[in-house]
């Protein structure tokens, strides 16, 4: 499957609507039709940048590049100049497409191109060829300079056709930027299962929670400190409807009781469950038990069948090591770096440290 290619909902419906213009709205036939007209080179292989917060245009811009066989690189608008400098080079990018206003970020030289829509003549999507790269994401650099993680069309569409179902016409809000694997996953997930995208430039959380109010939201995903923010919002939140949501994920930082608690009191129809993934190793690994044990509030869930895991250093406690479909083919021009990160028989060290309770249900205790 393209990632470029995921639209899978009746073309009238209302695939995406951007907040970062007003609330504009465009159809599963518009966005369509737009990637397939966006005016944009792309020479199959090429990796092609894109530096700019979540909008319409990025969307395309980015499915345009998948759809045609080029080669995605999403940049984290909040690295400081030098480091754009950085994944400039070691990606090798020509040209990157951008928001008009971080131009200065970029280095002289390089062929630049502001995003937004453009319509030209109109191209099918290629089908790709077995683990054919289609992005690179960049890891945050919290340890050093950003490494590129090389991903397959095949490795995210692992992840993203496993929740099309749970997906199935719901409408959920993207507020994580589309440089990291979060938001990315949540949009293909929304659009290849016939959904509506509620697209945020940004995490604002009264602008978040009067989104969910007015688009009737389903599905939520975010970070316990988004989370928090909202429940700050006292006064807004007496005045919202927000029985329409249905289902909140929570990632990228442990839960606690007395925050699933206050979470439960503002989403009252809502099952709140603890989300986990890494750029390297994907996402999905864990979800309901095979017995139909009810998973408990702060735990990961139950390994799935897709995946293979093991705890390094204990029986049930240790680092967490995996197999999976939506594992990264490598980081981009690290051999030695890949090699660490992934042993000779396939197995990923994600350093993570996860404990494992007597019915098999894991539960994440820090970093290694």
């Not at 209302?14 to 609330?23: F, I, K, N």
């Not at 290629?126 to 397959?152: C, F, M, N």
């Not at 929740?163 to 930027?177: C, N, R, Y």
């Not at 999976?324 to 350093?351: C, F, H, Q, R, V």
Request: overall charge negative; aromatic content about 6%.
């Amino acid at each position: 499957m393209n990632l470029g290619n995921l639209l899978n909902g009746p073309a009238d419906k209302v695939a995406l609507v951007d907040l970062s213009d007003a609330g504009r709205s465009y159809t599963y036939e518009e966005l369509a039709t737009a990637i397939q007209e966006q005016e944009i080179d792309v020479e199959p292989g090429a990796q092609i940048g894109l530096l700019g917060a979540n909008s319409a245009a990025f969307v395309v811009t980015f499915s345009t590049i998948m759809a045609r066989g080029g080669v995605a690189v999403p940049i984290n608008t909040k690295f400081p100049a030098d480091t754009v400098h950085h994944v400039v080079k070691d990606a090798e990018l020509k040209r990157v497409w951008i928001d008009e206003d971080l131009r200065d970020k970029l280095p002289e030289g390089i062929s630049v191109d502001i995003l937004r829509l453009k319509r030209a003549e109109s191209h099918t999507a290629i089908e790709p060829e077995r683990d054919q790269a289609g992005l690179v994401l960049y890891t945050s650099g919290s340890t050093g300079r950003p490494k590129g993680v090389l991903l397959s069309h095949d490795s995210q569409w692992a992840m993203a056709s496993r929740m099309t179902a749970a997906m199935q016409g719901a409408t959920g809000i993207v507020a994580a930027p589309l440089y990291h694997m979060n938001g990315l996953l949540f949009l293909w997930s929304l659009l290849a299962g016939g959904g509506t995208v509620v697209l945020m430039p940004k995490f604002d959380a009264r602008v978040y929670l009067q989104a969910i109010h007015d688009h009737r939201v389903n599905i939520l995903t975010g970070v316990p400190t988004m989370l928090s923010l909202m429940l700050k919002e006292r006064d807004l939140l007496e005045s919202l409807d927000l029985n329409s949501v249905m289902g909140v994920s929570v990632g990228s930082a442990p839960l606690s009781e007395t925050l699933v608690e206050q979470v439960k009191t503002v989403f009252p129809n809502a099952r709140v469950t603890n989300g986990y993934g890494t750029t390297e190793a994907g996402a999905g690994m864990f979800g309901g038990h095979p017995d139909g044990i009810p998973v408990p509030s702060l735990s990961l869930g139950y390994p799935q069948p897709h995946v293979e895991i093991r705890l390094v250093g204990g029986q049930d406690e240790g680092v967490l090591e995996v197999k999976t479909p939506a594992a990264m083919s490598g980081y981009l021009n690290l051999p030695e770096k890949t090699d660490e990160k992934i042993s000779a028989d396939g197995w990923i060290n994600t350093g993570d440290l996860m404990r494992r309770d007597e019915q098999g249900f894991f539960y994440f205790v820090g970093r290694d």
